[in-house]
């Protein structure tokens, strides 16, 4: 019923900046928290930043400074903004939208993940 597709990976050098996209879609009420996480191989997924349906926003340690999580409730869509990037930024970033979404006449809450996209830092 509900759908989370992110975009913007890639590779880039150290010091430089990527800004990854994420939108929900489908049968979507109300879209609550979004968030961005990230997982290294082998590592648990952490988070990276995470912004509430009331625009709070609170972000890991080693991305404060660096990093602004921003939405369009209009869109049901949340951005990465990603700037003097470190190699050790390197890794998978995971969009996380926690939605209510209607099935029949009904509405049920749920969290989804999208599918995630390569953030790759040469140092």
């Known amino acids: 019923q509900v759908q989370v597709v992110e975009s913007g990976g890639g590779l880039v050098q150290a010091g430089g900046s990527l800004r990854l996209s994420c939108a929900a879609s489908?049968?979507?009420?109300?879209?609550?928290?979004m968030g961005w996480y990230r997982q290294a191989p082998g590592k648990q997924r952490e988070l990276v930043a995470r912004?509430?349906?009331?625009?709070?926003?609170n972000y890991a340690e080693s991305v404060k400074g660096r990093f602004t999580i921003s939405r369009d409730n209009s869109k049901n869509t949340v951005w990465l903004q990603m700037n003097r990037l470190k190699p050790e930024d390197t890794d998978v970033y995971y969009c996380n939208a926690y939605v209510t979404y209607w099935s029949g006449t009904t509405t049920y809450t749920d969290t989804y993940w999208g599918q995630g996209t390569q953030v790759a830092v040469a140092s």
């Open positions: 912004v509430s349906s009331s625009d709070g926003t």
């Open positions: 489908g049968s979507i009420y109300r879209v609550n928290a």
